[in-house]
């Protein structure tokens, strides 16, 4: 049971738009803790994808974008493309815990 | 660009003590504004934070793993480690070794290591 909670699995089509959604408390991301997102390729290390809510890394795509209200955040991907295919993890940090939780990931499959 | 490299073996005994390295190259542990981590994958599963360690020395593990885990550091290797003690089959998965930013408070981590298996098996 992670203790940021993730969709197992969403799905779009080519060119659609998704999002992906990350619940958590008011010991996390409630607390006012930015949330991070990272995508992860089947058989690779986590990249990290988003860092403090809605900040790119040099080199993602602005087809990428993140938000973040009250105890949940989420991810969205625009024009959806077949290499976007992979699992998504959020990430923020805990008081409680005194430290980093994930979410249980979220599996995107392009249709 | 900083890199990260995890080493250790692949295959541990039940109940004996999982130990790993990582190793950082194009950069140094000594620095105020990062911190060193473990993270780990069960095959087929998500992410779980193990601990992390500060250049100050100072030491945040999981409450799940804490009576069971150091993470030392080897500043003239330019090194830290994972010692995971009484391992069971539970703890077989893919071990990530990743450098996180420190502002106020633990924030994301990146870069990553390319992650080494441990299996846990007789």
């Known amino acids: 049971q992670s203790v940021l909670t993730q969709p197992p699995s969403v799905s779009g089509a080519p060119g659609q738009r998704v999002t992906i959604s990350c619940t958590g408390s008011?010991?996390?991301?409630?607390?006012?803790?930015?949330v991070h997102w990272y995508q992860q390729l089947p058989g690779t290390a986590p990249k990290l994808l988003i860092y403090?809510?809605?900040n790119r890394p040099s080199g993602v795509p602005d087809r990428f974008s993140g938000s973040k209200s009250g105890t949940s955040a989420s991810l969205a991907i625009t024009g959806l493309q077949a290499e976007d295919e992979a699992d998504y993890y959020c990430q923020s940090y805990d008081s409680s815990l005194s430290g980093s939780v994930f979410g249980g990931g979220t599996k995107l499959t392009v249709l | 660009q900083l890199q990260l490299q995890e080493s250790g073996p692949g295959l541990v005994k039940p109940s004996e003590t999982l130990s790993l390295t990582c190793t950082v190259s194009r950069g140094s542990l000594s620095s105020s504004n990062y911190f060193w981590g473990w993270i780990r994958q069960p095959p087929g599963k998500g992410l779980e934070w193990i601990g992390t360690?500060?250049?100050?020395?100072?030491?945040y593990y999981n409450p799940s793993l804490k009576s069971r885990v150091t993470i030392p550091v080897d500043t003239s290797k330019n090194q830290f480690s994972l010692k995971l003690s009484s391992v069971t089959a539970a703890d077989t998965a893919v071990y990530y070794c990743?450098?996180?930013?420190?502002?106020?408070?633990?924030?994301?981590?990146?870069?990553w290591g390319q992650g080494t298996l441990v299996t846990v098996s007789s």
């Open positions: 008011s010991s996390n991301i409630g607390a006012t803790y930015d």
């Open positions: 990743a450098r996180g930013y420190s502002y106020g408070y633990p924030r994301w981590f990146d870069p």
């Open positions: 360690i500060y250049y100050s020395g100072s030491t």
């Open positions: 403090d809510n809605n």
